[in-house]
């Protein structure tokens, strides 16, 4: 009987290893990229740089100086504003003020960019 009874916790010890890593695998995939349409802004202007605006090269320059002016990236979509996690991607400056699709993952109000793609100018 003792046998039997320690070949059976052994088994489910087993399937619960083999549970247990499974969940961790899983939650090690990241989730896939999703991708949105809009424009690169700032914190201070949002979605109009006003006066300062109005043209690809105004709203560059503006955005570019309201970020070093102590703003941040945004990333405006229609009426809404989403944060960037990470300040310091160099596609953020480069496309600053431009119509882009950008790729990443998305957590509440913020976006985690992977990848930004310029867009033909209308």
Same mark, same amino acid.
């Given at each position: 009987?003792?046998?039997?009874?320690? #070949?059976?916790?052994?088994?489910?010890?087993?399937?619960?290893?083999?549970?247990?890593?499974?969940?961790?695998?899983?939650? @090690?995939?990241?989730?896939?990229?999703?991708?949105?349409?809009?424009?690169?802004?700032?914190?201070?202007?949002?979605?109009?740089?006003?006066?300062?605006?109005?043209?690809?090269?105004?709203? !560059?320059?503006?955005?570019?100086?309201?970020?070093?002016?102590?703003?941040?990236?945004?990333?405006?979509?229609?009426?809404?504003?989403? @944060?960037?996690?990470?300040?310091?991607?160099?596609?953020?400056? #480069? !496309?600053?003020? !431009? #119509?882009?699709?950008?790729?990443?993952?998305?957590?509440?109000?913020?976006?985690?960019?992977?990848?930004?793609?310029?867009?033909?100018?209308?």
């Amino acid at each position: 009987m003792t046998l039997r009874i320690a #070949r059976v916790l052994s088994v489910f010890v087993a399937l619960s290893v083999v549970a247990v890593s499974a969940l961790g695998a899983q939650e @090690k995939t990241p989730p896939a990229d999703q991708k949105w349409t809009g424009n690169i802004s700032d914190s201070m202007c949002g979605k109009s740089h006003g006066a300062n605006g109005g043209t690809m090269a105004k709203d !560059h320059d503006c955005t570019l100086k309201c970020v070093k002016g102590g703003g941040a990236y945004v990333f405006v979509v229609g009426d809404k504003i989403y @944060k960037l996690a990470d300040q310091k991607m160099p596609d953020l400056e #480069r !496309h600053a003020g !431009h #119509r882009v699709e950008i790729a990443g993952a998305i957590k509440g109000d913020t976006i985690t960019v992977t990848k930004v793609t310029m867009l033909p100018v209308k």
